[in-house]
């Protein structure tokens, strides 16, 4: 990787993760304490963050995408906005795919980071995700070589999870272990697999 984008991904670093853990004030029965891990801290205002600094950088190392190229992203939406602002801020030119019907303010969230509305695609809302595999298939093999798809979710082999995002996400743990002697319960408060699993 050149020199400029190495200081330009350490600066993007040091401004994610290491969000404050903050105790709970109210009543806790039983002597017990609450701490929440503050990831809306983050730029963008999610754990998500975290997981495409690593991805973008990752595929960029490996030579699979450069500044200026198209990217690809599928969501339920609330990773939407974290994919958008960082690959703009990194110099990608990047494509959202969410399904229909979803909650406008997030939709507004994420076209404030792309370039125009073209860049945020919907699939058929009774569809959800499941609509997904077919758009790719389709819009894939008719774009061909034109989009990298950066698939936060799944690892390179089907079923199984994407060992980036899990990395990311695992840095959350870590980092409250660093705070605290005894965690003895996780609660997730975002509820999709890499977000249970990263830091479980």
Same mark, same amino acid.
């Given at each position: ?13 040091? +401004?994610?993760?290491? !969000? ?18 503050? &990831? ?33 992203? !599928? ?11 960082? $690959? ?12 229909? $019907?979803?909650? +406008? ?9 792309? /370039? ?7 699939? /058929? ?7 997904? /595999? ?7 093999? +008719?774009?061909?070589? &034109? ?9 390179? &082999?089907?079923? *199984?999870?994407?060992?980036? *995002?899990?990395?990311?996400?695992? $840095? ?15 609660? /997730? ?10 830091? $479980?």
């Amino acid at each position: 990787m050149q020199e400029d984008r190495g200081t330009l991904y350490r600066e993007w670093e040091e +401004k994610i993760g290491g !969000t404050p853990l903050v105790r709970y004030e109210g009543q806790v029965p039983n002597g017990n304490s609450i701490w929440i891990k503050r &990831e809306f801290d983050n730029p963008f205002q999610s754990h998500y963050d975290r997981v495409y600094l690593e991805i973008f950088k990752h595929d960029e190392q490996r030579g699979r995408i450069k500044p200026g190229d198209k990217v690809l992203e !599928t969501s339920s939406g609330s990773a939407g906005v974290s994919f958008a602002g960082i $690959g703009k801020e990194l110099g990608y030119d990047c494509y959202m795919v969410l399904p229909a $019907g979803g909650e +406008k303010a997030r939709e507004r969230a994420i076209l404030e980071q792309l /370039p125009d509305e073209d860049h945020l695609i919907f699939t /058929p809302a009774e569809d959800y995700v499941n609509g997904f /595999p077919r758009f790719l298939r389709r819009f894939l093999v +008719k774009n061909k070589g &034109e989009y990298h798809f950066m698939n936060h979710s799944m690892g390179e &082999e089907r079923g *199984t999870n994407n060992e980036l *995002t899990l990395r990311a996400l695992e $840095g959350i743990a870590s980092e409250a272990f660093e705070e605290l002697d005894n965690i003895h319960y996780f609660i /997730p408060a975002i509820g999709n697999g890499s977000s249970v699993l990263g830091p $479980g």
